[in-house]
């Protein structure tokens, strides 16, 4: 079944934890991405990753960070840096005239 | 700098009538791509439609329809004899570059309610 992972689909951390979120795709696109979005707000970008070793921060990166060791997958990993990190995390993948989407991960700080 | 700006945040239609959804779009850029996505309670994305920069013609699928006009900045879409089913966030978005990397640029999405 191709397409794109995340997991889990929920997530609660606690104030001061790190906490990482998963994307994994199998459409074989070189470039990945990773948005937030809050209620009421469309989604913005935290970073973009366009071939594996290599990353680029987007207009929200601060208080996060990633990785691209192998195509298929770009873990965002969320840190205790992050001032307000309940959010609704999106992944994609794709290119300048197309993104596809995956399902999304919630992240809740209690 | 490249803005979206869907100034709709909610609209609440009764089942059948017609809904337009706003969107206006602002870029240094000749070339670009304008999309509308949407987004159900399940949260996932929903890709619609693309419209590159030099295709001006309006696109019909079924009860969607879209108007892009560049003189006025605009892409516009309509939902005709809207069902319960299109409740959903709207977002259009707007990709202002060929690379492979380019972002995409989203609104801030149109709230839409159907009601039976």
């Known amino acids: 079944d191709g397409g794109i992972t995340q997991s889990p689909k929920y997530l609660f951390r606690k104030e001061g934890q790190n906490v990482t979120l998963s994307c994994e795709q199998n459409l074989n696109h070189d470039a990945m991405y990773w948005y937030r979005q809050d209620p009421g707000q469309g989604l913005r970008l935290i970073y973009y990753?366009?071939?594996?070793?290599?990353?680029q921060k987007g207009d929200i990166a601060e208080g996060y960070s990633v990785s691209r060791e192998k195509k298929e997958s770009f873990p965002l990993t969320v840190t205790s840096a992050q001032k307000n990190p309940t959010a609704f995390y999106l992944c994609?993948?794709?290119?300048?005239?197309?993104?596809?989407f995956g399902p999304g991960t919630r992240l809740t700080v209690l | 700098a490249q803005k979206v700006t869907q100034a709709q945040t909610e609209i609440s239609v009764v089942e059948k009538e017609d809904v337009t959804l706003d969107c206006v779009y602002e870029t240094r850029d000749t070339t670009y791509y304008l999309f509308w996505y949407k987004q159900p309670p399940s949260g996932e994305l929903v890709f619609l439609i693309r419209?590159?920069?030099?295709?001006?013609q309006n696109e019909i699928s079924g009860r969607y329809s879209w108007n892009f006009q560049k003189s006025t900045s605009s892409f516009n879409f309509t939902i005709t004899a809207s069902q319960v089913v299109d409740s959903a966030v709207y977002f259009c978005a707007l990709s202002d570059t060929y690379s492979s990397a380019s972002k995409i640029i989203f609104g801030s999405g149109t709230r839409l309610s159907i009601r039976p």
């Open positions: 990753s366009q071939i594996v070793n290599d990353f």
């Open positions: 419209r590159n920069s030099f295709d001006e």
């Open positions: 994609a993948t794709g290119w300048a005239n197309e993104q596809f």
